[in-house]
């Protein structure tokens, strides 16, 4: 039987893994996207309740610090975790 580790490896850089999804949102991200969210609350309130679904977006992928869109393009703003 053969044990996976919790770490995935690509080009000489490990990545921690979390339920199968790899964090690639960094922690200035993060900020920035909760500040976006809080904002987009505003204007939903104000504008349209459809932005919502834009708010619920930001602050998932900033609370789970991962986004979907970042992983076609190969972009991470996470710090990398040499082991």
């Known amino acids: 039987m ?3 580790s919790k770490s995935l490896y690509i080009s000489n850089e490990y990545y921690e893994l979390g339920d199968n999804m790899i964090k ?7 900020i920035i996207r909760i500040i976006l969210a809080v904002v987009s609350v505003y204007f939903a309130n104000k504008y349209s309740p459809w932005i919502y679904i834009l708010t619920a977006i930001l602050f998932g992928t900033a609370v789970m610090g991962h986004c979907g869109l970042y992983k076609p393009f190969g972009i991470s703003t996470c710090p990398v975790k040499k082991k």
């Open 2 to 4: 053969t044990t996976y």
């Open 24 to 30: 690639n949102v960094g922690k200035i991200d993060k």
